[in-house]
């Protein structure tokens, strides 16, 4: 049976998650209510990430890998991971496993409905630091956007891939999915999803870069609605 689901995981030295990371997934393909397959993105990791995913890629035929050529954030793993894929949705998720891939099962009833759906991380079980910070950046980005979503920073979302291929990704813009996928008239459903501490390694994103660095990619986002071109076509003299 073709695979309908890509999950993309963005990767950047989570060696001490990566075994946990295939139980999990493993575990999610088996109980998945669509055929689903898992896609490593490795972000340029320094550390022994790529060995563990080709070890993980070798025993399992619904993983797969693309590795770039050096760390250049997550915003730009993830395009790339969209422009890999060719199932009819893609869906994403942290290495760090902070939200459960169990709860991707939440998330798809609404898939056929909604062109992007995405969690919102119920009892979160970060730092008071890291989530006061979030908290200023969902703000700061919610004054900017109206995209009417509670928690953008979840990392637990499902796209139709016809729409996320289309957003015209630059740093920093994987914060403004929902508010992107809403340009093309998308829909945005959301729904609560479990959240854990993070067991090993750490973020790779401080208070600067959760909270005042988004300002000026609220900026960026700006420009590019006021210049985003979206259209469809009414008729065509050739239809196919």
Not at 5 to 10: E, Q, V
Request: aromatic share 10%.
């Amino acid at each position: 049976m073709p695979n309908k689901l890509t999950i993309l995981i963005p990767v950047f030295n989570e060696e001490g998650n990566l075994l946990r990371v295939e139980k999990e997934l493993s575990n999610f393909i088996e109980s998945a209510k669509i055929s689903s397959s898992v896609l490593f993105i490795n972000d340029g990791s320094t550390d022994k990430s790529q060995q563990l995913i080709n070890d993980i890629c070798a025993r399992q035929p619904r993983f797969n890998s693309i590795s770039l050529d050096k760390n250049r954030g997550l915003s730009t793993a993830l395009k790339a991971g969209i422009d890999f894929v060719n199932t009819e949705y893609v869906g994403y998720i942290d290495a760090d496993l902070q939200t459960s891939p169990q709860d991707f099962n939440l998330l798809i009833p609404y898939i056929k409905n909604y062109a992007l759906v995405t969690g919102i991380r119920s009892n979160r079980k970060d730092k008071f630091l890291k989530k006061m910070s979030s908290k200023i950046a969902n703000s700061i980005r919610k004054l900017f956007t109206n995209d009417g979503v509670l928690d953008t920073g979840c990392p637990l979302k499902i796209m139709q891939t016809s729409y996320a291929k289309q957003i015209p990704m630059f740093k920093g813009l994987h914060r403004f999915l929902p508010a992107m996928i809403q340009l093309q008239n998308g829909k945005v459903k959301q729904v609560a999803v479990r959240h854990f501490p993070r067991m090993h390694g750490k973020g790779n994103f401080g208070f600067w870069n959760r909270s005042i660095g988004p300002l000026t990619d609220c900026f960026a986002f700006l420009w590019m609605r006021r210049k985003y071109i979206n259209y469809e076509i009414k008729y065509s003299s050739k239809p196919e």
